[in-house]
């Protein structure tokens, strides 16, 4: 079992940034990738960004490509989401995931650990 915990959420005026932290522990070998993914209310979850667990190869959501960045940091286990020039629109429940498999996967289905999810609220 693979156990992931978001932090970093909160409220931002538009224009503003936040930093996600994904920590993950347990079985972190069997991890190939991480993904964020956000859930407005009344909408569908959708994929944010991705990373391989290793680092380097990442891939993102054209709605936030040039303003996110994911990274990892290797020792601490840990994935960052860096968010910069947040929209109104980014507002959502922010949910890290994990996958054993090794593409870089855009689909939630797709993932087979998930966290608990970090609110994050951009306001106009």
């Known amino acids: 079992q693979v156990q992931l915990v978001e932090s970093g959420g909160g409220l931002v005026q538009a224009g503003g940034s936040l930093r996600l932290s994904c920590a993950a522990s347990?079985?972190?070998?069997?991890?190939?990738?991480v993904g964020w993914f956000r859930q407005a209310p009344g909408k569908e979850r959708e994929f944010v960004a991705t990373i391989r667990w290793s680092g380097g190869r990442s891939y993102y959501a054209d709605s936030v490509k040039g303003r996110f960045t994911i990274s990892k940091d290797n020792p601490e286990n840990t994935v960052y989401l860096q968010m910069t020039s947040l929209k109104p629109e980014d507002t959502a429940v922010y949910y890290c995931?994990?996958?054993?498999?090794?593409?870089?996967?855009?689909?939630?289905?797709?993932?087979?650990?998930w966290g608990q999810g970090t609110q994050v609220t951009v306001s106009s």
């Open positions: 995931a994990a996958r054993g498999g090794n593409g870089l996967s855009p689909s939630r289905y797709a993932y087979d650990y």
């Open positions: 347990g079985h972190t070998f069997s991890v190939s990738v």
